[in-house]
């Protein structure tokens, strides 16, 4: 189906073209066996509003490009309910399915560090998100619901969304990249490969997600305050995605990333290696820049893959 989506085109016919969308429904709540009704007739009865519906549905169809729609008609509380039900589907059911397959694709014995490492990756990039997204609840959500009322009211630190959404996109890439790159593959491939391919297609809802927010719930919440004439300076930054630099590391930098890998605090590396703090600060933000790798446990599994320690040095 070329273009963009219409009320009037049957929503069969539209989940046919992008099976992607069947995710988009379900946070509707809009269900299966809807036969031949069009977009209008299913919205109807499930009581969904359809033009916030087709905006989603159309914006995803189009690739979620990086750029504000246009959101005269788009229903702010059924935007909010959308990105609700999609934090629940991540956290509830997409990251823990991920993480159960991922057992039970990597060898997590007391012999295998490695995996252990990834595993505890993973657990950190979680628990990011789940922070992440819990600050968009009580937070900005919190405002926004307050704002439908016709309260008054402020946001804390001014920003309708965390400045974290580049972040969170990211480090799923480097889980990915940790795997192709260093994990030595010795379990069941398809098992691994597998989760593997889940974990990109985490990554890209989870992209689309972030732009849903960034480009059509923020418009539609700056357009109810000004209808609401609640008039303040929005700062929202948009997600910038970066492909990894393959820049070897100095000696210094590899000196850093021994010590991280071995659990030392920045102020111990500082003392060990006759530096300030900022300038050790300084070394790791290059070293995250250059490897594309931003946490501890990324690290270490990097210097262990790459021989810089061994793994009885590694404070796990």
């Known amino acids: 189906m070329s273009g963009q989506y219409k009320l009037s085109d049957k929503l069969s016919y539209v989940v046919a073209n992008d099976y992607r969308l069947l995710q988009v429904m379900s946070r509707f709540g809009i269900s299966l066996g809807f036969g031949e009704k069009t977009i209008t007739e299913v919205c109807r009865k499930c009581e969904v509003d359809s033009d916030t519906f087709l905006t989603i549905i159309n914006y995803v169809k189009d690739g ?68 992440h997204m819990e600050y968009e609840e009580t937070m900005v959500f919190a405002y926004v619901e307050k704002l439908m009322k016709g309260e008054a009211v402020t946001l804390e630190g001014g920003n309708l969304l965390s400045r974290h959404h580049e972040s969170i996109e990211c480090k799923l890439r480097e889980l990915t990249n940790l795997f192709i790159q260093y994990y030595p593959q010795k379990e ?16 890209e809802e989870l992209a689309i997600h972030c732009l849903v927010e960034d480009n059509i719930f923020v418009p539609a919440v700056r357009r109810l305050q000004h209808q609401t ?17 393959i820049e070897q590391l100095s000696d210094r930098e590899k000196e850093i990333v021994v010590c991280v890998a071995k659990g030392m605090a920045n102020k111990e590396i500082a003392e060990k290696l006759y530096l300030s703090v900022n300038t050790v600060t300084t070394h790791r933000r290059n070293i995250a820049r250059k490897l594309n790798i931003h946490s501890p446990a990324g690290i270490t599994i990097y210097a262990i893959m790459n021989k810089l320690v061994t793994l009885e040095e590694v404070n796990i």
């Open 64 to 131: 979620a490009e990086n750029r504000p729609q246009r959101v005269e008609r788009v229903d702010v509380a059924s935007v909010l309910s959308y990105l609700k039900k999609t934090h629940i589907y991540f956290l509830q059911f997409l990251f823990p399915n991920i993480r159960f397959h991922l057992l039970n694709a990597i060898d997590c014995s007391v012999k295998n560090e490695i995996a252990f490492l990834v595993l505890k990756f993973y657990d950190e990039y979680v628990e990011e998100v789940r922070k």
């Open 229 to 245: 004439k609640v008039r303040r300076t929005e700062n929202v930054e948009t997600p910038s995605l970066q492909m990894p630099n």
């Open 188 to 203: 069941n491939n398809e098992r691994l490969n597998s989760v593997i391919v889940s974990i990109y297609q985490a990554e």
